[in-house]
C-alpha cells in the first residue's frame, strides 16, 4: 500500500451533483468553493458571501454516506467572514464505485397527478436533486407504472418531484420511489449504448421522441423501436419480415427536462403513442434501442447536407463503452447545511478545487 | 527431512481459471443488461411485471428472435429409445441467474438435463430446455434489483442468436495466465512466487435483432 494525495478543480453545472472520476481508495476528501470563498479562479469572480458552505470534508472510513462536514461562512465583514463549523445531513459527498451502486432508501409515495407530465408527491422528504435516476413501484392503484425509471426534471419542494411520464390515462396511486442512480453518472449497467423507454411520441413530421431517462444519443445515430400494441405507434416496429425498420438521429436534446430525439421520419400518420391504462398491465415497456450509424446525408428534407466527409464520417456514437469507473460524487441543495434542502452544489455556477487523500494498492 | 508439499500452483490455477471466465462473464453480462432490447415476461400468475417465466413467455421470445432471422445456437437432439427422456428442439441458450431453476423446475413441459435422449456434449451450467430455449444458469448471471412493478428483483435472462453479439481482444492481451517464480516475485530471499492473470476485452453486440432479454420475476420465494 501507498499513499496518493490528488487534486483537481472544476467549474460546476447550477443544481448539478458533480462527479470526480478518482481510480484510487479514497480515505480523505476536501473539497473548497473558490468563489464563495472570495477567490477569482476558472474565469469566475470571486463573490464572498455570508452564509453558505464554502469547503467541506468527507472521511469515508468514519463518516455516513451523503453527509459531510462543511465549514460555513458567517456574515461577511469587509473581505473576511467568520467560518461555522457543522454536519451537512444529506447533499454531501458520495464515494461511488460504477460496479456496486447502492440503490436509495424507499420513500413512500402519497399521490401524483396524472399529466403529460408526471408531478409524484411524497409522504416524506425525498431528498432528490434534478438529475437523479428514481424508480417507482408498488403503486397499488396504477400498476402498469411500477418498475419504471425515470429522470427527476424539476423538485418542486422537499416532497414533490416531476418527471417526463405522460400518465394521463392512470389513476393517482400510494406507492414507493427510491433513487437508483444520476443521469451524469455512469449507469448501473455500465455499458454504453442502453436502450432507452419511450415517455412520449409527437405525430410530427420530423417524429419527435421524449424519452423516460436522460440519454446522450447524438446527430447521426441510427436507432430502432420495439412497442407492445398497446401503446400505439406499432408502424415503427419491425416488420414480420424480419427487417429492422431503422430510423436516423437528425437532432437530440439531451438536457435533463427535455430529453428529445428528433428522427429523419414523417410521424403525421402514425396511429398515437400513449401510456395504457391498469386494465392492459402486465405489459413490456416500449423502447428506442440503439442500432448503429447512418448518414446525415440521405435526409436532405430535414438536414442540410454536411460537406464531406462530415456526412459520411463514422461517428462511432454507438460504439460500446464500458463506462465503469470509481470516484466521488459532490451532492447538490442550496449551497448551506439546511436540513432537506442543504447541499454543497448551489444553483449558481462556481469554481472548486478539490483534493483526496487515497491508498494505492499494489502488487509484488 | 521430507517435507511433502501441497500442489498449491495447480490448485491456484484451477481458481484463476474460474476467476477469469466468471469475470468475463460478467462483462458480457453487463454489456447485455445495456443493450439487448428487452421483453417482460406477462403470462405468468405472480401479479408482477414482468411475471414469472412461463412457457408462452419462452415462446414469444424465441417467436420474436426467429421474425427477426436470427439464428438458433444449439442443434436439435433427436428421440432415443430411452425411457424417461425426450427430443430436444433447435435451440437458442437462455442465459440466466441459478436463482431461476426451481421456476424453470416448475415449468410443465421443462425438460432437465438428466431426460435429454443424449446427454453427451452437454455445459456444466446446462439446467433444461422448454420450446426452442436451453438454459445456462451461473451465479453470475443477471439480476436488476428491487425493478418490477413491486419491486422485487428482475432476473433478466438473455437468449442471444448467433453472431447478436461478438467479443474483441486488444492485440495481445487476450486473457493470459502469467506465473513469476521466487526468483522473479521475490528475489532477495526467494520467498513466494506469484500467478494472476489479465486481460483487455470488450464485448459488444452487433445485432439488436438478434438478442433478447427475456426479463422475469420469480414465483418460487427463494
Not at chain 1, 346 to 351: G, L, M, N
Request: glycine share 8%.
Amino acid at each position: 500500500m501507498e499513499t496518493q494525495i490528488v487534486t483537481g478543480g472544476f467549474v460546476n453545472v447550477a443544481s448539478t451533483p458533480f462527479f470526480i472520476p478518482i481510480r484510487c481508495q479514497i480515505d480523505e476528501f476536501r473539497l473548497v468553493n473558490l468563489t464563495r470563498s472570495g477567490v477569482d479562479a476558472f474565469g469566475i469572480a470571486g463573490n464572498l458571501t455570508s452564509d453558505v458552505i464554502s469547503e467541506a470534508e468527507f472521511f469515508p472510513r468514519y463518516m455516513t454516506r451523503g453527509t459531510a462536514r462543511v465549514y460555513q461562512n458567517g456574515t461577511v465583514g469587509g473581505d473576511l467572514a467568520p467560518i461555522q463549523v457543522g454536519n451537512l445531513p444529506q447533499n454531501g459527498f458520495y464515494l461511488f464505485d460504477a460496479a456496486n451502486q447502492v440503490k436509495g432508501p424507499n420513500i413512500a409515495i402519497a399521490s401524483f397527478v396524472p399529466g403529460t407530465t408526471t408531478v409524484w408527491t411524497t409522504s416524506t422528504s425525498h431528498g432528490f436533486v434534478v438529475g437523479d435516476n428514481v424508480r417507482v413501484g408498488d403503486l397499488t392503484t396504477a400498476p402498469e407504472l411500477g418498475g419504471l425509471v425515470m429522470t427527476v426534471t424539476a423538485v418542486g419542494s422537499t416532497t414533490q418531484f416531476t418527471t417526463l411520464l405522460n400518465s394521463s390515462n392512470s389513476l393517482t396511486s400510494v406507492g414507493t420511489v427510491y433513487r437508483v442512480g444520476n443521469a451524469f453518472l455512469p449507469q448501473p449497467s455500465l455499458y454504453y449504448p442502453e436502450w432507452r423507454a419511450i415517455a412520449s411520441i409527437t405525430l410530427a413530421n420530423p417524429m419527435v421522441v421524449t424519452l423516460l431517462v436522460r440519454q446522450v444519443y447524438q446527430v447521426g445515430d441510427v436507432v430502432r423501436f420495439q412497442i407492445p400494441t398497446v401503446f400505439g405507434a406499432e408502424q415503427l416496429n419491425t416488420t414480420n419480415n424480419g427487417l429492422p425498420v431503422e430510423f436516423t438521429v437528425i437532432a437530440v436534446n439531451n438536457a435533463v427536462g427535455t430529453q428529445t430525439v428528433t428522427l429523419a421520419y414523417d410521424a403525421t400518420a402514425l396511429t398515437a403513442f400513449a401510456w395504457p391504462a391498469a386494465a392492459s398491465y402486465p405489459f413490456s415497456l416500449p423502447i428506442m434501442e440503439p442500432q448503429g450509424e447512418g448518414n446525415i446525408n440521405n435526409f436532405p428534407a430535414y438536414i442540410a447536407p454536411a460537406p464531406l466527409p462530415y456526412g459520411n464520417q463514422n461517428i462511432l456514437g454507438f460504439a460500446t463503452q464500458n463506462q465503469g469507473q470509481n470516484g466521488i460524487l459532490v451532492g447538490a441543495g442550496d449551497g448551506t447545511n439546511a436540513d432537506d434542502t442543504g447541499g454543497l452544489i448551489t444553483s449558481d455556477v462556481e469554481a472548486w478545487c478539490w483534493r483526496a487523500v487515497c491508498s494505492q494498492q499494489t502488487f509484488p | 527431512m521430507l517435507i511433502n508439499e501441497d500442489p498449491v500452483l495447480n490448485s491456484a490455477v484451477s481458481v484463476l481459471g474460474q476467476s477469469l471466465r466468471e469475470t468475463e462473464d460478467q462483462l458480457a453480462r453487463s454489456m447485455m443488461e445495456s443493450g439487448a432490447p428487452p421483453i417482460n415476461c406477462t403470462s405468468g400468475t405472480n401479479g408482477d411485471n414482468p411475471t414469472n417465466i412461463t412457457p408462452l413467455d419462452c415462446s414469444k421470445a424465441v417467436r420474436l428472435l426467429r421474425t427477426a432471422n436470427a439464428q438458433f445456437i444449439m442443434d436439435m437432439i433427436e428421440g432415443e429409445l430411452k425411457f424417461g427422456t425426450a427430443p430436444v428442439r433447435t435451440a437458442f441458450f437462455g442465459l440466466g441467474h441459478t436463482n431461476l431453476s426451481a421456476d424453470l423446475d416448475q415449468m410443465i413441459g421443462f425438460i432437465n438435463v438428466a431426460n435429454y435422449s443424449n446427454t453427451s456434449n452437454l455445459l456444466q451450467s446446462e439446467w433444461g430446455s422448454i420450446r426452442n430455449i436451453r438454459f445456462l444458469l451461473s451465479s453470475v448471471g443477471s439480476i436488476t434489483p428491487n425493478a418490477s412493478a413491486n419491486l422485487e428483483d428482475v432476473y433478466n435472462i438473455f437468449l442471444p442468436g448467433q453472431e447478436s453479439y461478438d467479443m474483441v481482444d486488444l492485440d495481445g492481451y487476450s486473457a493470459q495466465f502469467i506465473y513469476a517464480p521466487p526468483e522473479i516475485a521475490s528475489p532477495q530471499l526467494r520467498l513466494y512466487q506469484t500467478a494472476g492473470w489479465k486481460m483487455a476485452q470488450v464485448f459488444n453486440i452487433t445485432n439488436t435483432s438478434w438478442i433478447v432479454n427475456l426479463r422475469c420475476t420469480l414465483a418460487v420465494a427463494l
